[in-house]
């Protein structure tokens, strides 16, 4: 992996969770905090591992999970993933969920403010602004105007949005519904309200 992921004259490969040092053969597993997990020497005939390593159990299992990607030509993720990779991630969930209140307001037509019941406050307006408020206490955790996005979105904000996305796709514009709702769509609107 060390060899794939970097030059040859690299040192260090860093990922989300871990670094990896090399001196010549010898290799070096930090966590974030600097502490080494484990030290092991490469051969022609195998890999020796120290036997003074520090691997905890949650870096046991990131291991494991590293050798399952590997093994199956899989790109590592999870701790292993490489950095950069996970903003990139990021970065795209939360376009995904910028873009779905910037289309649902334009399919409204208007400025659209959901004041939802329990969690989020948002604001969207057809030319790209968007604006999420947490009702907990934790502020603005995303606003998004004049081609700047500031956010700060936890992976539970991502996870609930996420699941709104097929209902505000699904949404038509209110000012066009004549007949009187159908159960499903007054189920969508239910949802889009506790948001």
Do not use: C
């Not at 502490?35 to 020796?48: A, D, E, K």
């Not at 209140?101 to 334009?106: G, V």
């Not at 037509?109 to 406050?121: E, I, M, P, R």
């Amino acid at each position: 992996m060390f060899d794939k992921s970097t030059s040859p004259d690299a040192t260090a490969y860093h990922t989300a969770g871990y670094t990896i040092a090399r001196s010549g053969q010898s290799y070096t597993l930090s966590d974030k905090s600097g502490r080494t997990l484990v030290q092991f020497n490469t051969s022609p005939i195998g890999v020796r591992i120290s036997p003074s390593n520090q691997l905890t159990t949650s870096a046991h299992q990131d291991l494991k999970q590293l050798r399952i990607s590997l093994l199956r030509g899989e790109e590592p993720g999870g701790a292993f993933a490489r950095v950069g990779k996970k903003e990139t991630e990021y970065f795209a969930r939360v376009n995904a969920i910028t873009t779905a209140l910037n289309q649902y307001a334009q399919k409204q037509g208007t400025n659209v403010q959901v004041d939802g019941q329990f969690l989020y406050k948002w604001k969207a307006t057809p030319d790209g602004k968007v604006r999420i408020d947490a009702k907990d206490g934790r502020g603005s955790l995303l606003i998004k105007a004049q081609g700047q996005m500031k956010t700060r979105m936890s992976e539970r904000d991502l996870a609930y949005f996420e699941q709104m996305l097929p209902v505000l796709q699904q949404s038509t514009p209110q000012r066009q519904t004549q007949l009187p709702q159908i159960p499903s769509q007054k189920q969508s609107q239910k949802q889009l309200e506790r948001a």
